[in-house]
């Protein structure tokens, strides 16, 4: 039997060793963003296994989606640091699960929702716009993302609603009648992106008629410029899921701020950007953590964040990030709350064996908040990584066709395989759609569970 005292040592040892040790990170000093980056993206990659023998190079375990993600998290990191460890592992993981030029894997693609493909599009986009080497005689960066656009536009739904995507592609997925703020939002972005980098009309037509549809649904609210999470073709998207999520705002903001820039200073997206960012920073770096610390306020407070969830604050970061750059008058709004994240962030990530693994509360500074994940490292790497921008006044805006982008075009990337679509659809029942909800659970690829139920059920 153990005495009262003995108790007593040990939670004394374990409460100390818990203290004082952190990534240690000084945001004036470029060498030590470098190694704080260098510590969240070792952790976060201890995570993956994709590149071993008899894995699945790309696959995160019980994820599809993060896996996109995560890539673009590290093309980032070495975009703002230069550190290219990981680049390696990076394009291994970006081929392989390219599909047919599409991100719509034939492993996966049963199971996916339009917001889980658009990650994968958002990272090949931020390849193209930084230059990530390309290896020669393979697909390039830039056409994948134009995959992704070319399999999503189809998509289209004009049948409810006046438009919009759905959330699900497949009409048996729990999610399919539910129009959301993450895929119109993700497509929106997507499509300013390519609009900006090839000047193609099409392409920024998209992102008007996409931001338009938007704001005729409470997925976009530009009197109040609230974002909400969801809405139903059932209600013919009058209703509204009201989760408040940093990624939301995140992905209509830096769009908007890519579409200013490429209309050379618009006044719509000006109002959007101010509109937007105005909003984000009211309700996600909240005035009782001192106003420029970021918080996923929906489920942090209850310390119920599901997975996916944390991710968004990573997301949020480095989207705010580029919004400075392609809209430089942000700049001095955005820069010290990247900064003040960053710097809460390091002192979060005190946990586990190396006293390094980040939990998710950045405004908790005195202590770890006991939890540790691949996501939590991979948003402390995203808005570490974000901090460079402070030591690069110039030449750090992403890329286009006309100032350097390399990455080759090919407009007509991913179409042509309509034939796995067709054999789908195939009437509803309620025994198909309680089946699919088992499946999608086993699966898990996407983010079907009810994220109601993730954030209040407990
Ligand atoms: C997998 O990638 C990691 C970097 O994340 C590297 O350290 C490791 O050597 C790679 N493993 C193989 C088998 O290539
Ligand atoms: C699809 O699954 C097979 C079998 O597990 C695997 O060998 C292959 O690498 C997977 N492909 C992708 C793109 O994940
Ligand atoms: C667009 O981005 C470039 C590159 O950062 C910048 O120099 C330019 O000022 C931006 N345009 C506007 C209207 O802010
Ligand atoms: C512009 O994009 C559209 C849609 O992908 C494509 O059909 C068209 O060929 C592109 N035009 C050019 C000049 O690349």
Not at 145 to 156: H, K
Not at 259 to 272: F, H, P, R, S, V
Request: net charge negative; with cysteine; glycine share 8%.
């Amino acid at each position: 039997m153990i005495s009262l005292d003995w108790l007593y040592a040990i939670l004394l040892t374990v409460f100390f060793a818990s203290q004082g040790v952190a990534i240690q990170l000084d945001v004036n000093d470029e060498k030590s963003i470098k190694d704080a980056a260098s510590t969240a993206a070792y952790n976060m990659m201890s995570y993956y296994h994709g590149n071993e023998s008899g894995q699945v190079p790309g696959k995160l375990p019980d994820t599809w989606w993060e896996g996109g993600a995560m890539f673009m998290t590290l093309i980032q990191y070495w975009f703002w640091t230069g550190d290219a460890s990981y680049n390696e592992v990076t394009t291994q993981g970006m081929l392989w699960q390219k599909g047919h030029d599409d991100y719509f894997p034939a492993n996966y693609s049963n199971y996916l929702g339009n917001d889980d493909q658009v990650f994968w599009g958002l990272a090949a986009m931020t390849a193209a716009e930084v230059n990530f080497p390309e290896p020669s005689g393979e697909s390039s960066w830039l056409s994948l993302a134009q995959g992704v656009f070319n399999t999503q536009v189809p998509r289209w739904d004009t049948s409810s609603c006046n438009g919009g995507l759905r959330w699900q592609i497949w009409p048996y997925q729990a999610g399919y009648t539910t129009k959301n703020a993450i895929s119109n939002g993700g497509l929106f972005q997507l499509a300013a992106r390519l609009g900006r980098y090839t000047k193609n009309q099409t392409y920024i037509d998209w992102a008007e008629k996409v931001w338009d549809w938007s704001a005729t649904t409470p997925l976009l609210k530009t009197a109040e410029w609230n974002i909400a999470d969801t809405t139903t073709t059932e209600a013919n998207c009058k209703d509204h899921g009201d989760l408040q999520w940093t990624y939301n705002y995140g992905t209509y903001l830096s769009g908007a701020a890519y579409m200013y820039n490429l209309t050379d200073g618009n006044e719509k997206w000006k109002k959007a950007i101010d509109g937007l960012l105005g909003t984000t920073v009211a309700k996600f770096f909240p005035d009782k953590y001192g106003g420029d610390i970021m918080s996923e306020v929906s489920c942090e407070p209850n310390m119920m964040c599901d997975r996916n969830q944390d991710c968004f604050k990573g997301f949020l970061s480095s989207w705010l990030t580029f919004t400075t750059t392609v809209a430089p008058y942000t700049r001095d709004q955005i820069l010290p709350k990247i900064l003040a994240s960053a710097q809460a962030a390091a002192k979060q990530c005190s946990g586990g064996d190396s006293k390094t693994d980040c939990g998710r509360r950045w405004y908790q500074q005195d202590k770890w908040d006991g939890t540790k994940s691949l996501e939590s490292d991979m948003s402390a790497l995203s808005v570490f990584s974000s901090t460079m921008i402070a030591h690069k006044k110039e030449h750090h805006a992403p890329l286009t066709a006309e100032t350097g982008g390399t990455s080759k075009s090919n407009p007509s990337a991913g179409s042509g395989h309509e034939e796995q679509r067709q054999n789908m659809p195939k009437p509803i029942t309620t025994g198909d759609r309680a089946g699919a909800s088992i499946v999608t659970f086993i699966f898990a690829c996407g983010w079907v569970t009810s994220v109601s139920w993730m954030v209040y059920g407990g």
